[in-house]
């Protein structure tokens, strides 16, 4: 007697869409192209009258005033970053110094051309919510000029019935404060730059004099320090050597950054757009997760790609409440291409993540430490004619009674992506179990039309009681939602 084939199953599409908004716009720093040009725009401010200073500044501020919160504070700190072109020691009338700020200001809209590649997550605040009902945060990839990519933040719900309702966001964009003063641990930051394979004897002279907790403010005062320091004879170091070796550890610490957002902003308030120069392309597609700590606290991540315009590092982000950040630097041979994403608890004691670092299959991989990778195995190849392209995860593993549940995107013929399923062992997620043969969802007439035609698209699902909640991508320009039963996919594994 032969066993009978699953049938398919396909997610219903439930909405609402968010299609990208222009009209939202932060403040953001603004720099001409050379030094020459900025200080030639400080001279032209400075040698204004003050009444004409006074007029252009009350029309500056009539224009754009109500636009954004604090915008005397951000033309204040503009005018102190480029302070240091005006010649002599003048003094600078407070009016003067706000209109030198907003020369060296611009709006931006960082979600005028694409607004998609969502991941979804249990809100930290699930106070006040009916019977049934889940808050959630809904992180997007939200693409504006030069095809930048940030990440942006929704709130909504969804109530006992899985619907979806999303609050409204607010008119404008807010970019959160650097923190400070940041701590490194010293014996970390040694072995990332042993895996850089920048770690040689001008390294260990610079760690030796800092604490084993450090500061960036420390680091800068160290490290010119050294360097002057050191011998140029040195047969040991060369100055390239000691120079190439310095450039690392700069940009190492300035890759680990924190950044906090007002307790007060909104979470549809909230971006976090590119600040250092290996993201300075874009923070791409990130893959949130509510990972449960050994203690039984949860501490959000997501890995994200940051891109530089032309290489991709995989990159990790760790949060408390969605409005302190943590930046930081992914390590090890297996840091590489696409598509990295926890899973939301370890596994026989040991960090596990998905990964696809060839390109082409998806793979598997566990380490004891959260910023170092190694050794992926092979977990999944292409299979079906509309994955025969490539692979690739679509978000973290969901843990189900029945095992893993993995949500993967699969690429076929006119490079059209669809999103499918395949189940991992609980305890052995190494062994996939089950494997959807059909797509989950692929691009309708409606969807296929955007920046990339013919994909369909997610960096991460919600499981709600027994309903799987799917937020998608429509071709690289906009995001809508689907559902679709827990038990209806598990029994149409193969």
Known sequence: MTTPTPSAVHAKRIGPTLVPNRSRVLMRPFRPTTDAIARRIVTQVMALSEAEV???????????????????????????????????????????????????????????AALFNPSIVPHPDQTGLSKGA??????????????????????????????????????????????????????????????LGVQN?????????LNDSFTMKELRRVLPAERLHMDASDAEVSDAAADRAARGIRLLAESNYEVRFAPDTQVSQRVLFPST?????????????RFQNDDGSFTYYATYTAYDGKIILPQLLETPDFLHFKFITLNGPAVQNKGMA?????????????????DENILIMFSDNIHFWAEPKLLLSPAQPWEFIKMGNC????????????????????????LGAFLLDRDDPTKVIGRLREPLLSPNA??????VPNVVYTCGALLHGRELVIPYAMSDYATSFATVPLDEVLAAME
């Open 134 to 195: 889940l808050r959630f945060i809904l992180s997007l990839r939200a693409t504006g000029e030069g095809h930048i990519s940030s990440i942006t933040f929704r709130m909504g719900f969804v109530s006992a019935r899985h619907e979806i309702s999303l609050t409204p966001p607010v008119p404008f964009a807010t970019e959160p404060d650097q923190v400070p003063n940041v701590a490194y641990d010293k014996p970390l930051f040694a072995r990332k730059l042993q895996e």
């Open 201 to 209: 004897k001008f390294c260990r002279q610079v760690l030796e004099q």
């Open 395 to 418: 978000g973290s593993p969901i843990e189900t009674e029945a095992g893993w549940l993995v949500l993967s995107h699969g690429v076929g013929a006119m490079r059209k992506y669809c």
């Open 446 to 451: 409606a969807e296929r039309e955007g920046y």
């Open 277 to 289: 120069a290996s993201q300075s392309n874009g923070i791409e597609d990130a893959r949130f997760v």
């Open 342 to 358: 926890l899973f939301p608890r370890k596994i026989n004691g040991h960090y596990a993540m998905l990964s696809r670092q060839d």
């Open 54 to 112: 006074a007029r252009l500044l009350d029309s500056v501020m009539a224009e754009f005033g109500d636009r954004h919160p604090a915008v005397e504070e951000f033309f204040q700190n503009r005018f102190h970053k480029v302070r240091y072109l005006i010649a002599g020691r003048r003094k600078v009338s407070s009016k003067r110094q706000l209109l030198i700020g907003a020369y060296f200001t611009h709006e931006y809209s960082p979600e005028s």
